[in-house]
Structures are given as structure tokens and as C-alpha cells.
């Protein structure tokens, strides 16, 4: 919704973000009402613009206004319906503000911020609304939060065009991490499903009836991608001294600061969703990421190390793979077997979550992880805070 400029001011009001059932053209409607009487306040006039549209606002007194306090950033309004009689208070302000005053809880305040920040991402700041009831038993009053209303008042009409001009581009990843990225992406993949066809006992059984050395190209197939894999590691591991950028950095991998250490905690109890807090703003990956990034590279290479071990069965003699037929005379063969198909139900359950967590990222926090892996960069918020800038 735009209203009208007041000389060069222009406003913008975004779509009211409810809490508890209200719906949205209550919202604005109480936003309006705890507007004072005669207001020339643009943001104002623009609540009583739209709140007009929806409902006849001539239908409200107004019985009494604490205009905004600049500690407590609020202000209260007490309204009564001249229909009905009723009365009530209404308090509008700064989103904290109200939440504080509504004794929010902590998912409420959580969401309520994290919807707001999304917002602010447009130049959008959140204006609070509660509705109050009193005076209780106890003589205090009681407070519930309605939801907010994004406002943006600009001194002249501005386009998208003019919106980079609040971001800044970071490159993070160049084009050979991106490739790499994305072919181990199809090597493993390819690696899980001809694996999991050659341990299916029924389909080698199936494989009589038809081509008699369908294992054979399966098992063809899983050679040709494990030593693609090994060949990408090789790669990668070279890329970890000889990065381009530091967010590609061997040291990028590890939380070796005693700052880090202490991100890992709140990121993993955000992502538990065991607290509700903003996390700390990482343009790489955050601490957490680098431990199970760091943790699924270890993996892939015990992956290949046991596939090595059951390859060098078939040659125990030959030059290289016969280094690696030590492990199979330790634990078996057998359990070098188990290993290994262990590490490809590991895969398979961490690529879900790391799509999960990607698209989070971008969703909820507006993080850009998943342009990034394709685009190279990521356009930051001016004035964030990045742990690793």
C-alpha cells in the first residue's frame, strides 16, 4: 500500500503480519486508531488512508493519548466504540517495545523479529501493535500483541533499481569450487545408487534372467565415479592452500577461535531450535557448517579408503592397491564391506539436510546460500555484522 507524499515524504506501508488469529484488517485498523487526534505525522495519514478503506474509523472515540515515550519508544491510546460502548487501549511503537510490553514469549519474539528482519531487508521498519485490557485484579493491565506493520517512509519515491545501493557484493566461491560442487554432488549420488544396487541381493539374482553381467557395468559405473571422486579430493585439498578467497580456505573449515568455539554453541541451539535468538552472520560457512563440512570430506575418505580395501581383494599384489589389503587381514573383509556401505547410508542422509539447510538459510534468514553456490557471491546488508568479514 502507498499513500499520498506529505510535501517530499513518501510512505509505504507493507502487508500487517498478524499474531493469534487477528486478522489483518484489525491490525491495521487499531494501528490507526492509536494515531492522535489531528495528526500531521505522514506515517500516520497512512494508517488512517488504508484503515479508512477497510472499515468507517468515525464509528471510535477517542478518549485519551500518551504520546511516544522516547525510553519505552510506545505510545498508548485509549479508544471506545461508540456502537458498543467498549473500551480499550491500544500501544504502537517499536517492535521490541511492544513485545516487552506484551511479556511476549520467546517464540513469538523469535518469529515476530525474524519476519521483521525480512522486512528491514526492503527498507521496511516494523511497527508494533498490542491491545490492553485493564485494570486487573492486581491493579496492572494486561497486554496482547496483535503483530506489526511494515512502514517505510522515503524522502522520494525509490525503485529497485536503487536497492543494491544498500548491499555490498562479496565474492565467496569461484567458479572451479562451484564445478566441483556440483560434480561431486552427481559423483556421489551416482556412487549411492550403483553401490546400493550392487549390495541388493535381489537384483543380482534378477540379473540372470537377463544381461548376465548387469552387475559387471554396475560395478563399472561405481569404479568410474569413485575414481572421479578421488580425483575432485585431490583437487579440492589443493584448493584449500591455493584459494582465491579466504571463505575457501583451509583455516575456513575448522572453528579454531575461541569466538568460533562459542558460535558453534548458539548456531547449534538455533538450529535445534532449542532457543530462539538471532544467530551470528557468517559470509562463509558459519562454525557449525564447518564442522559437518569438515566432517562428511572425513567421511568420503574413509569411503574411499575401504572401497580401495575391498578393490585390492582382487589384486592383493598390485603396486598400489596392495597397500591398502592390510585392513581387510585386520577386520575382515566383511566388515570392511560393512564400513563401507554404512558411509552410503551417511550420504544419503545428509543430503536431505544439507538441501534443508540451504534453503533455510535463504528462507528464514536471507542468508543466500543456495544463489551463492551458483552465482559465486552474495549481496550483504550494509551495516550487518559479519563474524568472518
Known amino acids: 500500500m502507498n499513500a499520498p507524499a506529505k510535501g517530499d515524504i513518501h510512505v509505504s506501508l507493507g502487508t500487517p503480519f498478524t499474531f493469534g488469529g487477528e486478522k489483518k484488517r484489525d491490525l491495521l485498523v487499531a494501528a490507526a486508531l492509536a494515531a492522535p487526534a489531528g495528526t500531521n505525522d505522514p506515517v500516520d495519514l497512512a494508517l ?20 511516544h515515550d522516547p525510553q519505552f519508544k510506545r505510545s498508548i491510546t485509549r479508544i471506545r466504540h461508540l456502537d458498543t460502548g467498549r473500551e480499550q487501549m491500544i500501544a504502537r511503537g517499536n517492535l521490541e517495545s511492544i513485545l516487552y510490553l506484551c511479556r511476549a514469549d520467546e517464540s513469538t519474539r523469535y518469529r515476530a523479529s525474524m519476519e521483521a528482519d525480512r522486512h528491514e531487508a526492503d527498507d521496511f521498519r516494523a511497527v508494533g501493535v498490542a491491545h490492553g485490557f485493564g485494570p486487573q485484579p492486581d491493579g ?48 556421489i549420488l551416482t556412487l549411492c545408487l550403483s553401490g546400493w544396487l550392487i549390495g541388493s541381493a535381489r537384483l543380482t539374482y534378477a540379473g540372470t534372467t537377463g544381461d548376465p553381467y548387469f552387475i559387471g557395468y554396475l560395478r563399472l559405473v561405481h569404479f568410474i565415479a569413485g575414481w572421479l571422486l578421488v580425483s575432485m579430493g585431490i583437487l579440492r585439498i589443493a584448493g584449500l592452500f591455493l584459494a582465491s578467497t579466504k571463505y575457501q580456505h583451509w583455516r575456513a573449515l575448522f572453528p579454531i577461535s575461541l ?36 566432517g562428511i570430506y572425513l567421511i568420503a575418505l574413509l569411503a574411499i579408503l575401504t572401497g580401495f580395501c ?5 589384486d592383493a599384489n598390485h603396486w598400489l592397491f596392495g597397500y591398502f589389503f592390510w585392513l581387510n587381514d585386520l577386520i575382515g573383509i566383511q566388515y570392511v564391506r560393512l564400513i563401507h556401505l554404512f558411509m ?37 546488508r550494509k551495516g550487518t555484522r559479519f563474524e568472518d568479514d
Not at 532457543?275 to 564442522?291: A, K, S
Not at 535463504?362 to 553456490?373: F, H, K, L, P, Y
Open 48 to 67: 488512517l488512508s488504508a484503515a479508512s478503506r477497510q472499515e468507517d474509523l468515525r464509528h471510535y472515540q477517542q478518549l485519551s493519548y500518551t504520546s
Open 344 to 380: 552410503l547410508w551417511i550420504f544419503l542422509a545428509f543430503i536431505p539436510i544439507h538441501v534443508y539447510l540451504a534453503i533455510r538459510a535463504d528462507t528464514v534468514e536471507r542468508e543466500g546460500a543456495i544463489s551463492s553456490i551458483f552465482s559465486g557471491g552474495r549481496w550483504c
Open 259 to 294: 569466538k568460533d568455539l562459542k558460535n558453534l554453541y548458539r548456531v547449534g541451539r538455533n538450529y535445534l531450535l532449542c532457543i530462539f535468538e538471532h544467530g551470528p552472520h557468517y559470509i562463509g560457512h558459519n562454525p557449525l557448517q564447518q564442522v559437518a563440512y569438515t
Open 140 to 187: 496492572g493491565e494486561q497486554w496482547e500483541f496483535l503483530g506489526f506493520i511494515p512502514v517505510k517512509a522515503t524522502r522520494s519515491k525509490t525503485s529497485r533499481k536503487e536497492a543494491p545501493n544498500e548491499y555490498r557484493y562479496v565474492v565467496v566461491w569461484d567458479w572451479q569450487l562451484r564445478f566441483l560442487h556440483w560434480a561431486a554432488f552427481a559423483t
Open 310 to 314: 575391498l578393490y585390492s581383494a582382487y
